[in-house]
């Protein structure tokens, strides 16, 4: 069934107008009276649609996280980290202003968290060599990994973007890739030195 043309358009304004206020400004600084300026809609109209800005974004985070998602089907942690580091900052840079600053912006901390929670549940947790590290050495991993490859990509934004995206992903993946291999080995997952 075909969704209404006049809908279709009134989410694509809504959606259209709060990626512009992301872009322009905090997200505790939005309010649906200034989105609703913006999309040229009453808030009844906003409402009538979302629940509230916390619906909105959480919808937003949805659709950035199962696009993300999508690319690295298929693909295990931590087996094959490079690919899925090349993957996110190749789909990072792919998004625009608005993921930029949810990705960049300590604002926007919460949806960040919901994201990685998201992405940890679709591919560390089902790796099943990962499940057999113990609990404190994958947490420990899991968040060098998400804090690293995240930091990298945060300070490439902030220096103007300097280096090209593929030396980016080779200075991220000799970084992170090359640390967490430490680990693994020092831990006796991988062959060599023995914890």
């Known amino acids: 069934m075909k969704k209404d043309l006049r809908v279709i358009k009134t989410i694509e304004s809504i959606k259209s107008s709060f990626e512009e206020m992301i872009c322009e400004m905090d997200y505790e600084e939005m309010t649906v009276k200034e989105l609703c300026q913006r999309a040229r809609l009453n808030k009844k109209t906003f409402y009538h649609y979302y629940d509230s800005l ?27 980290l490079e690919q899925v580091n090349r993957e996110f900052l190749t789909y990072s840079v792919s998004q625009g202003k608005a993921y ?24 560390w947790a089902k790796s099943k060599q990962f499940g057999t590290l113990d609990r404190r050495y994958q947490n420990i991993l899991i968040r060098f990994i998400n804090n690293s490859t995240v930091g990298i990509y945060r300070q490439w934004v902030e220096d ?3 280096l090209s995206l ?5 200075v991220t993946n000799a970084l992170v890739c090359r640390g967490t291999e430490g680990l693994l080995r020092r831990i006796g997952y991988l062959p060599g030195k023995e914890s």
């Open 166 to 170: 593929e030396e980016l992903i080779q």
């Open 54 to 80: 916390d619906a909105l974004l959480g919808e937003l985070q949805m659709e950035l996280t199962t696009a993300y998602l999508k690319r690295i089907e298929g693909l295990v942690l931590p087996d094959d």
């Open 160 to 162: 103007g973007k300097q």
């Open 100 to 123: 930029e600053k949810i990705t960049c912006s300590g604002s926007y901390n919460a949806i960040r968290i919901e994201m990685t929670e998201q992405i940890k549940a679709e591919t």
